[in-house]
């Protein structure tokens, strides 16, 4: 034990000593060359143009090759490999210093193969898998060019119409922090040095997600105890990872827009929590500030250098005023030189100075993207996200015999499969759904297709659906009459056994700038749905969208319901293996799925009120024409066996101190088909010194059991998991009654007591 312990100790020391030694090698290098950069060549550093190619905003950086042979670019954004290419060969012959370009880009869910989008990545409640994704990801991308990524996306968001919420874990701060390490960890690797390693950029910091409306760019405003206790643990999570940058948001914190905000870049950021990488705007945000009402470019580029910003993303606030500034004593050369530096060391670590070609690497480009076994992950992880909602009559699985009718919109579609961010997404090898069932089904099974309706007949949804990435197809008129579409559908459904409906929204429908006031399934759609159902044969819907959907009348209405989301490049044969019953399905929601958006913001771990909601008493919280509950709850998903759950045994009822709980159920696959079941952990502290949530998310298991297989499933519980940062941001647990919650979602649960003593 002792040896163990002394070789551990020797080990951890010399690993230190290592990044010691590292450390120093790499700040005399940095000094060397910044003590022969002008104060133009380092404010040029932290200037991050766009190439133009792919855009999310105006496009105000111009003469870029001039200023890349000046050294007044430090990196460049959402290129091509070829003007990459070109531009390294500029800042590497042609600038005073021969400093390397740092290259970014948007890869959020795959970079050739797509995996599903963030939001039904985190319905598989499976760490090694998100994880897995982002490592695929970081190799395809870092063949081509790429060495940091703007991900992951970690805002925790409750309100559904917000388009951004398919870009991020859903709403719940543990296991958005979860998410957050494993895919950290998947980018960066354990060495940010080796060449198919990137660096990750965790984002938006901070609290994006709570835009007021969900109308994008909005306004956020919230308490201390709401930011640290649920929206800031994500971000930080990323940080305890390593990750190597912080991208600011969009929104005010405090009335301060996040990218001029001291407190949070500076006092929390760096001082609190320890960063120690760089930190970049998002899409022309200094620029936004003068839209805040924060001053002029000047004023506004100087507030954000100063308040810890260190790269202005393609607005040139920093390259055209900073200097001024420093001339009028506004800034000093010290606040330049940190942000250079951070910028310096991060290329530095990504090994640009010994080979600035290193990522653009021809062979493995051939070798490592897009592989049979890159695309096999795409698979696994497409059929884990999917949720089955509904499945009342069993018609789900299907036989593979007979003949299917698809029927949608989005029934044979490939580009809204891949969903929002894709600007490399490999879109020929997408499987459509029905490219899926007929690759699954085999010969037995004929497939027939029509497309039935249009996305939509809303003519102002029509005009704004104007989207920005290649991949992404606007949502056409209506060519064809609905009358004449829904026709010529049900004339291919009254050939089949069994139809399966395909309906949702497109890729450009969620993601940035797409928030949408009514979430329900389009009229058109609907009605679409409502004279398939009117045939008499049995009818599966099959969701393809980006966020959560209000589907009241479809839950009264069709008893098969599967949400697939935008499931990315494997998404058709990943729906095909489940309709099919090849992979019995095992995701659950991790975002609430309301009754009506009358209702939004809904989320689990909501604060009990003084007056909960009793329908027989109208002085109570709630609404006079809808229940309060959601339609699917957080956690909730179903599967095509059935589990029970027992009571909740614990080895201790009362605790003192700092004691192990134990908690444990026996769960028993009470179903005909083996399956896996997400049993989850949710804590109440109903006693404490500020009003805390009916329940928090503070572990879970996934497992797998055969028909009739029991297993004893047990949570270890800790003073960890009862901590909260009380009134005055103090972080620590309260003594007194606690209740354990452990079930298939936060609303179907098992509960008992437990009180401990400090
Ligand atoms: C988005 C970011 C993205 C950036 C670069 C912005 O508009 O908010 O999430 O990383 O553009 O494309």
């Known amino acids: 034990?002792?040896?163990?312990?002394?070789?551990?100790?020797?080990?951890?020391?010399?690993?230190?000593?290592?990044?010691?030694?590292?450390?120093?090698?790499?700040?005399?290098?940095?000094?060397?060359?910044?003590?022969?950069?002008?104060?133009?060549?380092?404010?040029?550093?932290?200037?991050?143009?766009?190439?133009?190619?792919?855009?999310?905003?105006?496009?105000?950086?111009?003469?870029?090759?001039?200023?890349?042979?000046?050294?007044?670019?430090?990196?460049?954004?959402?290129?091509?490999?070829?003007?990459?290419?070109?531009?390294?060969?500029?800042?590497?012959?042609?600038?005073?210093?021969?400093?390397?370009?740092?290259?970014?880009?948007?890869?959020?869910?795959?970079?050739?193969?797509?995996?599903?989008?963030?939001?039904?990545?985190?319905?598989?409640?499976?760490?090694?898998?998100?994880?897995?994704?982002?490592?695929?990801?970081?190799?395809?991308?870092?063949?081509?060019?790429?060495?940091?990524?703007?991900?992951?996306?970690?805002?925790?968001?409750?309100?559904?119409?917000?388009?951004?919420?398919?870009?991020?874990?859903?709403?719940?701060?543990?296991?958005?922090?979860?998410?957050?390490?494993?895919?950290?960890?998947?980018?960066?690797?354990?060495?940010?040095?080796?060449?198919?390693?990137?660096?990750?950029?965790?984002?938006?910091?901070?609290?994006?997600?709570?835009?007021?409306?969900?109308?994008?760019?909005?306004?956020?405003?919230?308490?201390?105890?709401?930011?640290?206790?649920?929206?800031?643990?994500?971000?930080?999570?990323?940080?305890?990872?390593?990750?190597?940058?912080?991208?600011?948001?969009?929104?005010?914190?405090?009335?301060?827009?996040?990218?001029?905000?001291?407190?949070?870049?500076?006092?929390?950021?760096?001082?609190?929590?320890?960063?120690?990488?760089?930190?970049?705007?998002?899409?022309?945000?200094?620029?936004?500030?003068?839209?805040?009402?924060?001053?002029d470019l000047q004023t506004v580029s100087a507030l954000a250098l100063k308040a810890g910003t260190d790269m202005d993303m393609v607005g040139e606030g920093f390259l055209t005023t900073l200097k001024k500034s420093l001339d009028e004593g506004r800034i000093t050369i010290n606040d330049i030189d940190i942000a250079c530096r951070r910028i310096l060391e991060a290329k530095y670590k990504l090994g640009l100075f010994s080979d600035p070609y290193r990522y653009m690497n021809a062979e493995r480009a051939k070798t490592d993207v897009m592989t049979p076994e890159n695309l096999k992950a795409a698979r696994e992880i497409a059929t884990r996200s999917m949720v089955l909602l509904k499945n009342d009559k069993h018609i789900l699985p299907l036989k593979k015999s007979g003949t299917i009718a698809v029927i949608g919109p989005l029934g044979d579609s490939k580009n809204d499969m891949i969903g929002t961010w894709a600007f490399a997404g490999g879109k020929d090898k997408v499987s459509s759904v029905v490219d899926g069932l007929k690759n699954i089904g085999g010969s037995a099974v004929k497939v027939l297709y029509a497309k039935g309706s249009e996305l939509t007949d809303n003519p102002v949804l029509l005009k704004n659906d104007s989207p920005f990435f290649p991949g992404q197809k606007k949502a056409s008129e209506p060519v064809i009459s609905s009358e004449q579409l829904r026709k010529e559908a049900i004339q291919t459904a009254e050939k089949a056994d069994v139809i399966v409906a395909v309906l949702g929204e497109p890729s450009s429908w969620s993601g940035e700038a797409s928030s949408m006031s009514d979430i329900s399934i389009q009229k058109v759609q609907q009605n679409l749905l409502k004279a398939l159902l009117a045939t008499g044969k049995p009818v599966v819907l099959v969701l393809i969208n980006g966020r959560p959907m209000t589907l009241a009348w479809e839950d009264a209405n069709v008893s098969s319901i599967l949400e697939a989301w935008a499931g990315g490049t494997e998404a058709g044969n990943a729906v095909a293996s489940i309709l099919f019953g090849d992979y019995n399905p095992s995701g659950k929601l991790t975002t609430t799925f309301p009754l009506s958006v009358g209702q939004i913001p809904l989320y689990y771990n909501h604060l009990n009120t003084g007056r909960p909601m009793d329908p027989n008493n109208k002085f109570t919280s709630k609404y006079l024409d809808i229940s309060n509950n959601p339609l699917y709850p957080f956690g909730y998903g179903l599967s095509y066996t059935t589990f029970d759950y027992s009571d909740i045994k614990l080895n201790k009822n009362r605790l003192n101190g700092d004691e192990t709980l134990i908690a444990t159920v026996t769960l028993t696959n009470t179903g005909k088909m083996a399956g896996e079941e997400v049993v989850q952990l949710y804590i109440q502290d109903p006693e404490a010194s500020i009003s805390r949530p009916v329940k928090e998310l503070k572990n879970f298991t996934k497992v797998m059991l055969q028909p009739g297989e029991k297993k004893d499933i047990n949570f270890e519980i800790t003073t960890n998991d009862l901590k909260f940062y009380n009134s005055d941001l103090k972080y620590d647990w309260e003594p007194g009654e606690f209740i354990i919650y452990i079930g298939s979602n936060s609303r179907d649960v098992k509960s008992t007591k437990v009180n401990r003593v400090k």
């Open 1 to 295: 034990m002792d040896m163990k312990r002394t070789a551990f100790i020797l080990l951890l020391l010399a690993s230190f000593l290592k990044i010691q030694a590292q450390d120093e090698k790499m700040n005399l290098f940095i000094d060397d060359l910044m003590s022969k950069m002008t104060t133009d060549e380092k404010i040029g550093q932290l200037n991050l143009t766009t190439s133009g190619e792919y855009v999310t905003g105006s496009t105000i950086n111009d003469k870029v090759q001039q200023k890349l042979q000046a050294g007044k670019i430090g990196g460049m954004l959402n290129a091509s490999l070829p003007s990459m290419k070109a531009s390294m060969d500029v800042a590497i012959k042609e600038s005073p210093h021969h400093i390397p370009l740092l290259f970014g880009m948007d890869v959020i869910h795959g970079y050739q193969t797509i995996f599903p989008i963030p939001l039904a990545m985190s319905c598989m409640w499976d760490m090694s898998l998100e994880e897995k994704s982002a490592r695929i990801a970081a190799r395809e991308a870092t063949a081509n060019g790429i060495a940091w990524t703007y991900s992951p996306m970690v805002d925790i968001a409750r309100d559904p119409r917000w388009g951004r919420i398919a870009e991020g874990a859903g709403e719940d701060p543990w296991l958005g922090s979860q998410v957050a390490k494993a895919l950290v960890k998947g980018y960066q690797g354990n060495d940010l040095s080796l060449d198919n390693t990137m660096m990750a950029c965790v984002k938006h910091f901070a609290l994006y997600g709570a835009a007021e409306a969900g109308r994008d760019y909005n306004t956020v405003d919230m308490s201390r105890v709401s930011m640290y206790n649920y929206y800031l643990p994500p971000y930080k999570a990323a940080v305890d990872a390593g990750v190597g940058s912080v991208m600011t948001s969009f929104n005010v914190i405090d009335g301060v827009p996040s990218t001029g905000n001291h407190w949070l870049l500076t006092d929390l950021l760096r001082n609190q929590w320890g960063f120690k990488g760089f930190v970049v705007t998002d899409y022309t945000a200094v620029n936004e500030m003068i839209n805040h009402g924060l001053g």
